[in-house]
């Protein structure tokens, strides 16, 4: 592999290597909410144990909520580290091709395809969870009433 052949290969690799960066940011946030749910699910559980009657439901209905939040958080998570996968192995793939001389192009289109379904994907599911988080919030604040 020559120099005038990997520069050019090293400014198509930019693209996924920023997808990289920005999934690994996008996967701190979703591991910080699913540790806050966990957290809350602890929490709202032991307050449902000590809790007389009328209130126990109400937190027992919060705790359904937020275990809902949980696992559709860690579907997001799944999906957004397939995506890094994906991306890294479409850097690897793109300098096999060049190297190896060989036309992989299918492969390399199909793993950026991938990779961005994932994306997509984990993100509908970080849609889902912020419209349960308002569940959550709306159970919540019923009980202040």
Known sequence: MFSHEIVPLLKIAIGPAILI???????????NRLAHATDRVRSLAKEAQ???????????AQVVVLWRRTRLLRHAIELVILSALCGALLIIALFVTVWL??????????????SLASLIG???LLIL????SLVALQLELAGDD
């Open 129 to 132: 969870d912020v419209n349960k």
């Open 122 to 124: 984990s993100l509908v």
């Open 50 to 60: 000590a809790a007389a009657e009328p209130g126990r439901a109400r937190l027992k």
């Open 21 to 31: 960066s920005a999934v690994g940011l996008l996967l701190l946030t979703m591991n």
């Open 101 to 114: 001389e060989m036309p992989l192009a299918w492969f390399i289109a199909a793993l950026f395809i991938a």
